[in-house]
């Protein structure tokens, strides 16, 4: 039967039974103006809502009486008892309908015509119409003063045998009022089980109050228990464990009251699939999993929308019709699969189709188009950020408006609306293989237990439901015997744990909480929950456990939602406000199975030394391996429009600041798209722009170069950002662009550049400066160590100038320095000094080993300058090795 | 004088909910507007008194980790949990000496309270819209951008604190 019939059925014999009742009453005291008004509500309520349904005989018998009793409440009759029987004959007659509806989903066939005219007559004021029927409604009205008195004693059975009620209903509907009268005690009370005896309307306030009254009953009996503990013997402590177990069940009880499985949601969703599929021509197959998963109604209904606006989407966007998948070697038919499931503390709803999948390109030009983003912003976003534009108000990407979708009204409803339920919405997709929208929605109002710990002299509490273990662990070197202790791999803490290595955070580190009391730092034990994240563990440093404690879960204020490490805050039963942890936002944030996010910045800061740690920029062109290449040595970031790159002389330019500036494509094709990404390196003099598909990222890593066979314009391979990446040369690719530009003239100077040799023991500073001297026009050859640089010394290489490290392994250099001002052909070259620490006794000590100058490291300008300055004369007279030996020498002298 | 007094105690009052002497309709004809009054660092503020659910005494405030600077936490008012907002820091003021008693203002929006420390919470005037000004353009900008205007008081001039401005925290993460 419609849900709508059913909530009709239930409301109205509600009513009916209050009418009874109203209505003896008003014969009793027939100027009770309240009563009447009531009488009068009820049955405009009941004729109303027929209409609406479309019950046309109910509705004309609930007119006739509304009639009648808008009559009396105007005054205009009085209450006499045999309009009083009238209008109880009425109802009578409308719980026979109403019983025949409950039995059929229909209205019963039957004539009402006397009764309507008697009723009419009554209005009407006639003497004539009470007479007519008075002889016929006068049996009711004996009954009619006690109208509740048989119901308890008819020995009806609760529930109706389908038989019996039906023909029951039909007689009486179709006889005379008087000789339905005995009959129509049956339906009466037959009906009402039927429909309205098993549930009852509840207000959700009722709940509610309900809700928070058990909650405070929880967390006083908590507390009751834990002064129990305190006292031994207690006569107390059977009655408060009885207590205990009744309120676990009346909290048991009161949640399921609120809880309906999720298939509620769902159940409108088959049709709605099978019409979308008619309508758009597809194939559409809908799985529906965990159907019977549980969750909060409110949060039911609030979610019924997004979830039927994405099922929608799913069908209309991201299927495809049969012939294209046919097409694409996939089976004619669509899946649409939704997936419900409970994931610590949260619900999990996935929506899955096996379509298209999200068009990136479309949506980047529909950004571009509606102006949500530069092209250089969007330039710098990750695959994930650009899709997550669909959940932008106004955002669509169908091709065509069709009528079920594509007006851009709807994904960012979806988001709004889990969103205000402190739920998340999050996209993957596969170009050609489907996308997967998955809504994380938590257990608001939900009775929680969580571990009460402390950090930093703060309490924090962690829900028991990812809590695996509890560790007792010594810090560094104080643990005893076989206890746990924490090791350091580099900074970064783990603990063995049965022969596995358990990545640990420090909670206070975490929360950037500072030193705390101490206790921990004193030596003394730290405890390690161990929670579980996923499908992986991930220990939590904390400085105490507290015991465990039943907590009401509510949500952050909105202007603290942005801190994932938080699911909620509480009040504990001391009256103490404390942050409910999120052990998922703790593992995103310390990178333990975080895909996406990256490490925030700050703390990136903290545990990365800095001198080993560097900006890279990445980008993706060419094949799908990124590359990189250090962010220093890119001038800037351009996004050109196509229009603007132009052709001249079968090179590729565009005018960039008032000049003409090559492009080179990374692998020798331009690219598509309205405007082309590009990176523009600089040597001061000249720009080249290298053209790529796409820049990436900006990450903080350490960098390792592993020198691979030479790919040209590649230095080699690292792992950055978990990926092996191609860091690319940008030293070929000046050259690359000169070569195109300068045609020759510039390769002789080129040839002509002076020699400069790097001695320098970190691959990663030569990677850095090697580049960044070619850009410069020299020409550069790297050494990495003091002896290797000897080497080349003995081999006849030859140098116009010497950049070297001074702390390096074996020889430093100032013994390097020594060693080359102790005679050979190198002996008087300049010399200049790279280093972290430039303080004068450094300097000092730098010039007595025979350095000529003194240059700190990442002084990429000061570095130029200084080469400038020490081979400047030597270029000038354009001269021999003599000619810059003495000009070294006479530099020297002169400084 | 263009200002009337009418609840003097209110400053002492831990539950103002039942407002003892604010009129019923302080929008009233004459145009005439009820504010409670807080200073904070000798300057005279004002908030409508109709967003005014509370004034709090001293109260123990919990720390939240990583939150905003100006949030100072939050705090169980009767059962339910309130984010504090230190208003000195939102309006980048110096930091209340140590030990320094500060009170609160509590206020609601979107279903959620918030209480603003200030120093000390006055009492509560119903001013004339005759009085009202708007900032001077003056202003420092942090003042400017929280400020809805200024009254002239017979004695010193009083802020109206934009309460939506002053709950509206970039997101900044």
């Known amino acids: 039967m419609d849900d709508l019939l059913v909530d009709f059925l239930t409301e109205t014999n509600e009513s009916l039974a209050e009418l009874d009742v109203a209505l003896v009453k008003l014969e009793r005291q027939p100027n009770d103006h309240e009563t009447l008004s009531l009488i009068f509500r009820l049955v405009h309520t009941i004729k109303g809502t027929c209409g609406f349904l479309g019950l046309p005989r109910l509705e004309r018998v609930a007119h006739a009486g509304e009639n009648v009793l808008g009559r009396l409440r105007d005054g205009k009759l009085v209450a006499s008892s045999d309009i009083i029987s009238l209008v109880l004959a009425s109802l009578d007659r409308i719980k026979v309908i109403l019983a025949g509806l409950a039995e059929k989903g229909a209205e019963p066939e039957g004539d009402d015509s006397a009764l309507i005219a008697a009723l009419d007559a009554a209005c009407e004021g006639r003497a004539s119409a009470p007479e007519l029927s008075a002889p016929e409604l006068s049996t009711p009205e004996i009954s009619a003063p006690e109208p509740s008195a048989p119901e308890p004693t008819t020995p009806e059975p609760t529930t109706p045998e389908p038989g019996t009620p039906a023909p029951t209903v039909a007689e009486p509907a179709a006889e005379a009022p008087v000789a339905a009268k005995p009959g129509m005690e049956a339906p009466r009370e037959g009906a009402e089980p039927a429909v309205a005896g098993q549930t009852i309307r509840v207000g959700v306030d009722v709940l509610e109050h309900l809700m928070t009254l058990v909650s405070e009953l929880v967390l006083t009996r908590n507390q009751l228990l834990q002064l129990a503990r305190s006292m031994e013997n207690s006569a107390f402590t059977v009655p408060l464990q009885r207590l205990s177990h009744i309120t676990t069940d009346l909290q048991e009880g009161v949640m399921k009251t609120r809880m309906q499985p999720i298939g509620n949601a769902w159940n409108k969703l088959p049709r709605l699939v099978r019409d979308l599929a008619r309508e758009l021509g597809k194939k559409i197959d809908l799985v529906m999993i965990g159907a019977d998963t549980e969750l909060d109604r409110q949060v039911l209904e609030l979610i019924k929308d997004p979830l039927t606006h994405m099922v929608r989407n799913s069908a209309d966007h991201g299927l495809e019709t049969p012939d294209v998948r046919r097409a694409a070697g996939k089976p004619e038919t669509g899946h649409i699969t939704l997936n419900a499931f409970h994931e610590g503390g949260h619900i999990i709803i996935e929506i899955t189709d096996d379509g298209r999948g999200l068009d990136l390109a479309r949506i980047r030009a529909k950004v571009l188009a509606q102006g949500l983003a530069s092209e250089a912003e969007l330039a710098a976003m990750s695959e994930n950020q650009v899709q997550r534009f669909i959940f932008h108000p106004g955002f669509s990407t169908a091709a065509a408006i069709t009528a079920v979708s594509g007006r851009g009204v709807g994904m960012d409803v979806v988001k709004t609306n889990i969103e205000r339920i402190g739920g998340t919405v999050d996209l993957k997709t596969m170009p050609g293989a489907g996308s997967t929208f998955t809504i994380k929605i938590p257990l608001t109002l939900a009775i929680v237990s969580a571990l009460i710990v402390e950090a930093g002299g703060e309490r924090f509490a962690i829900p028991q439901i990812s809590v695996v273990e509890l560790v007792r662990a010594g810090a560094e070197g104080s643990a005893k015997g076989d206890q746990p202790m924490i090791e350091r791999i580099n900074a970064t803490p783990v603990l063995r744990l049965r022969d596995r290595l358990l990545p640990l955070v420090g909670l206070r580190d975490l929360l950037a909480l500072g030193a705390g009391d101490g206790a921990a730092q004193a030596g003394g034990e730290l405890y390690i929950v161990v929670a579980q994240v996923g499908s992986s563990l991930l220990g939590i440093i904390v400085d105490r456990v507290f015991d465990t404690e039943e907590i009401v879960v509510k949500p952050v204020a909105p202007i603290l939602r942005h801190i994932t490490m938080f699911s909620g805050n509480t009040i504990l039963g001391d009256g103490s406000v404390i942050m409910i942890l999120d052990p998922n936002g703790i593992a995103r944030a310390s990178g333990v199975g975080g895909g996406e996010q990256r490490k925030p910045p700050q703390e990136a800061a903290d545990t990365v030394t800095s001198t080993a740690s560097t900006a890279m920029l990445l980008f993706r062109c060419g094949d799908a391996a990124p590359k990189a290449v250090p962010l220093g040595l890119v001038a800037r970031l351009e996004d050109i429009p196509r229009a603007r790159i132009e052709i001249s002389a079968g090179k590729t330019v565009t005018q960039y600041r008032g000049r003409l500036m090559p492009l080179v494509a990374f692998d020798g094709l331009s690219g598509e798209g309205e405007s082309q990404p590009v990176l523009v390196f600089s040597d001061g003099a000249h720009s080249m722009g290298l053209m790529v598909d796409e820049i990436v990222d900006v990450v903080d890593e350490v960098l390792a170069i592993e020198l691979g066979p030479q790919v040209p314009g590649v230095l080699g391979t690292a792992v950055i950002a978990g990926r092996a990446t191609d860091v690319i040369d940008t030293d070929y690719w000046l050259r690359a662009a000169e070569e195109d530009w300068f045609r020759g003239s510039p390769r002789a100077e080129a040839r002509a550049a002076p020699h400069v040799l790097i001695v320098e023991d970190s691959d990663f500073f030569r990677q850095l400066l090697v580049p960044a001297l070619a850009a410069a026009g020299y020409r550069v050859t790297a050494a990495a160590s003091a002896a290797e640089a000897l080497k080349l010394r003995e081999s006849g290489a030859k140098i116009d100038a010497i950049i070297s490290d001074i702390v390096m392994p074996d020889m430093d250099g100032l013994g390097f320095a020594r060693a080359i001002r102790a005679g050979g052909p190198w002996a008087a070259l300049p010399m200049i000094a790279l280093t972290g620490q430039v303080d004068p006794a450094d300097v000092e000590a730098g010039r007595e080993a025979g350095f000529t100058d003194y240059v700190g490291k990442f002084q990429r300008g000061a570095l130029l300058e200084s080469l400038r300055q020490c081979l400047a004369p030597a270029a000038n007279l354009g001269a021999t090795m003599g000619g810059a030996i003495d000009h070294a020498t006479a530099s020297w002298d002169g400084a | ?173």
């Open chain 2, 1 to 173: 004088m263009s200002t009337t007094h009418t609840s003097p105690t209110i400053g002492e009052n831990p539950h103002p909910e039942a407002k003892p002497g604010a009129k019923p309709d302080p929008v009233a004809a004459s145009g005439e507007q009820v504010f409670v009054t807080l200073s904070l660092a000798d300057q005279l503020c004002g908030i409508p008194v109709l967003m005014v659910r509370d004034v709090l005494s001293a109260h123990t405030i919990t720390r939240i980790p990583l939150a905003p600077a100006e949030i100072a936490g939050s705090l169980n008012l009767r059962g339910r949990i309130v984010t504090a907002i230190d208003l000195r820091r939102r309006l980048s003021l110096p930091p209340a000496g140590n030990g320094a008693k500060q009170m609160a203002v509590v206020t609601e929006q979107g279903g959620e309270l918030y209480a603003f420390l200030v120093d000390q919470v006055a009492e509560v005037l119903s001013l004339r819209a005759e009085d009202f000004e708007r900032n001077p353009p003056t202003l420092p900008a942090v003042w400017a951008h929280h400020s809805r205007g200024i009254y002239r008081l017979a004695d010193r001039l009083m802020v109206v604190l934009d309460i939506a401005r002053l709950l509206a925290f970039t997101q900044a993460a």
